[in-house]
């Protein structure tokens, strides 16, 4: 469904050519967009920042501006939780391989009236420049609930651990054997295996490998 929405508003402004190339109309573009009720936001992606959003998203976060300046850079960079960071880093490495296709991302949010909201959205690369790197990329967000059959990010997987499973994830990632893990954290090998089993299902992994390659892209392992 999302996928679908951000087509489509991709597609009225190429049909209405405020999207050309490796050009695009900013007036045309926010007059367009905040028609729209999803949250818009634009990118410039050589300058990995946004530029602007429309008015549904200056509501939901209580910015002053739609076109983004000065410190509302930094405003918006905290509206982000910081446990999602790596989401930005996800961002990041998506457009430095020039990879097509939609980046698919879960984002956990600070609204207007001071909470957290759990939001997912699609960002898609509009224009290129002359060399065919992305130049602009626009994303439609739209709250989880409202949202079906979109993948849970493995962020809200690990918030669904507990701290005593967060502690043993983390000693899986670095290597640590089952006896090593008890002989740590002052438990018994069977809590030890009990707790892995719990984590393997909370965050839909098989085995170890697949925890430690999980825990580099979201940024928890380096």
Known sequence: MIHRRLDQLIGELKQKRIIYKDQLDYEELADHCNQVNDLITLHDIGNY?????????????????QFLRGMD???????????????????LTFFNKNQKGFLDLTYKLKAADGSWKIMVGSTKTITRTKDNQPLHALTLMLPEEGVDQFPQSPMLKLESLTKRELEIFSLLTEGQSVANISEELFISEETVKKHKKNIFQKLDCNKTQELIKMAFELGVKF
Do not use: Q
């Open 49 to 65: 920042r946004p530029i602007f959003i429309n008015e549904v998203t200056r509501k939901f976060y209580g910015f002053n501006h």
């Open 73 to 91: 850079y930094l405003y918006y960079l905290k509206t982000i939780h910081p446990s999602y960071y790596p989401t930005l880093f996800r961002s």
